[in-house]
T-cell receptor
Framework: GAVVSQHPSWVICKSGTSVKIECRSL??????MFWYRQFPKQSLMLMAT?????????EQGVEKDKFLINHASLTLSTLTVTSAHPEDSSFYIC??????????????FGPGTRLTVT | GQNIDQPTEMTATEGAIVQINCTYQ??????LFWYQQHAGEAPTFLSY??LDGLEEKGRFSSFLSRSKGYSYLLLKELQMKDSASYLC??????????WGAGTKLIIKP
């Protein structure tokens, strides 16, 4: 099956600093990548959707200037949490999807990045 | 509006069968997904249904009724490792996944 990697798997940073999380599709071309956030005991919350070479589409309530998303290639998307604060501490998960056709609507998830802001 | 409903928590016994229900309302419909998520880990794909009926995959089966906006995930011969959250997600007309809050399944010996 398709493999998506995420790096780092966990990070601790100080309040006010920025953190970059990478999401890579290892064996397929990811036309679309999704970034999710999940707080403890809650479901996935979609933050933004990005298509390769285009600006990301952010969900309502997600600050695009705070969560910078770059999808520069078909295998790499990055999420940068700028000026992180303790309330940004969460589990960030990316997923990737290839070209849409009737056989491939599935999103393949990365292993997630646990961010702790102190 | 778009909405996915599923029970918050269920308990079952090792070796038994459990059915996790999900009702959905989406703007357009391009299929229904089930994912498994163990605590602290990312979701893993279990099944995808776009046509009515039952799809069986080993110990796991998934059912869809589009007319009723209803799906269920059936887990047979439960094992302790099946303790996890099970996420139901409907795909809307824009191919976006609308996620349910997840059902936490607790397996007891």
């Amino acid at each position: 099956g398709a493999v998506v990697s995420q790096h780092p798997s966990w990070v601790i940073c100080k309040s006010g600093t920025s953190v970059k999380i990478e999401c890579r599709s290892l064996d397929f071309q990811a036309t679309t990548m999704f970034w999710y956030r999940q707080f403890p005991k809650q479901s996935l919350m979609l933050m933004a959707t990005s298509n390769e070479g285009s600006k990301a589409t952010y969900e309502q309530g997600v600050e695009k200037d705070k969560f910078l998303i770059n999808h520069a290639s078909l295998t790499l998307s990055t999420l940068t949490v700028t000026s992180a604060h303790p309330e940004d501490s969460s589990f960030y998960i990316c997923s990737a999807r290839g070209q849409l056709d009737r056989f491939s609507y599935e999103q393949y998830f990365g292993p997630g990045t646990r961010l702790t802001v102190t | 509006g778009q909405n996915i409903d599923q029970p918050t928590e269920m308990t079952a016994t090792e070796g038994a069968i459990v059915q996790i229900n999900c009702t959905y309302q989406t703007s357009g419909f391009n299929g229904l997904f089930w994912y498994q998520q163990h605590a602290g880990e990312a979701p893993t794909f279990l099944s995808y249904n776009v046509l009515d009926g039952l799809e069986e995959k080993g110990r796991f089966s998934s059912f869809l009724s589009r007319s009723k906006g209803y799906s269920y995930l059936l887990l047979k011969e439960l094992q302790m490792k099946d303790s996890a959250s099970y996420l139901c997600a409907g795909m809307d007309s824009n191919y976006q996944l609308i996620w349910g809050a997840g059902t936490k399944l607790i397996i007891k010996p």
